[in-house]
């Protein structure tokens, strides 16, 4: 298998962990201590239940965070805003990004993945000395989605944190925001049709499973289609992400989650360039 980290880090002179990127004002760190945790829990909790309403549970809406039983075993990345401070005088949590690795998983008792998708070939890899990340709570605050840097700070960030760990598959759920697929038809079916998972293959678990094959091929205009994903996904599949076999409808967040799997060797030579990794066709 070819990965990522075979010709070396992707610069030598990033920041020292557990910052992963900086810029003046910014930066993205992986969180070391409870409390910088429950700051990414907070960030979650204003995004998905205070802005996109979805339902929390009584002990959610007491703390205002959002948590479950997997986030001991992730690292959380934070986004952090260094030029506000809040009433303590630490530099705010703008967003976040949760990422469990194999080992991870293994002690949390699996993927939170596998509550909605079948992964049982992409665990199998891991056998064959895969690496996997799950990506997931993606998350920033409102007012700072119109700075394309934070996001593309948190990829960045991502990407040295695959380095470090020598990742070669990066996957897990990504969302639509609503639980009426026909709404999404147009851009599911393009995900369907134009981006399926090739070799190895995971589909929605059978009792959540909605078939995403809305619209023919023929119908769909890539563009249009491309558009209208949520940014997310849509940074997702550019950069050379596949899709898995069906959608899911999650009730609890109001989404409709799609699998996301990504080969780290097949990222796209741009994105490769963009991200200062060794571009394998020329290896």
């Not at 900086?22 to 205070?50: H, L």
């Not at 026909?182 to 009792?207: C, D, I, Q, T």
């Amino acid at each position: 298998m070819v990965s990522v980290h075979d010709s070396g880090p992707i610069d030598e002179h990033r920041p020292v962990w557990p910052v992963l990127v900086a810029t003046d004002n910014f930066e993205i760190r992986v969180a070391e201590t409870q409390a910088e945790v429950e700051a990414a829990q907070r960030v979650r909790y204003r995004v998905f239940y205070e802005e996109l309403h979805a339902v929390p549970t009584p002990a959610m809406e007491a703390d205002r965070r959002d948590f479950d039983k997997y986030d001991p075993y992730c690292d959380h990345l934070l986004a952090i805003d260094r030029s506000v401070v809040d009433d303590n005088g630490q530099p705010i949590v703008i967003g976040c990004y949760r990422v469990m690795r194999n080992e991870g998983a293994l002690r949390a008792g699996g993927f939170y993945t596998s509550g909605e998708f079948d992964i049982t070939a992409l665990l199998a890899s891991v056998q064959k000395g895969a690496r996997l990340l799950e990506l997931g709570r993606s998350c920033v605050l409102k007012e700072y989605r119109t700075k394309p840097m934070v996001m593309q700070m948190l990829w960045r960030a991502i990407i040295a944190y695959v380095v470090r760990y020598r990742i070669d598959v990066l996957f897990g759920c990504a969302s639509f925001e609503g639980t009426d697929p026909r709404a999404v038809a147009m851009p599911l079916s393009y995900l369907h049709h134009f981006h399926p998972m090739r070799g190895v293959k995971a589909s929605a678990l059978p009792r959540l499973y909605v078939d995403m094959n809305f619209m023919p091929k023929d119908r769909i205009d890539p563009r249009a289609a491309l558009h209208a994903l949520p940014a997310l996904i849509k940074g997702y599949v550019r950069a050379g992400a596949q899709i898995g076999d069906g959608a899911v409808i999650d009730h609890q967040f109001s989404t409709t989650d799609v699998l996301i799997y990504f080969p780290m060797a097949e990222m796209s030579p741009r994105y490769r360039a963009r991200f200062g990794l060794p571009d394998l066709t020329k290896a």
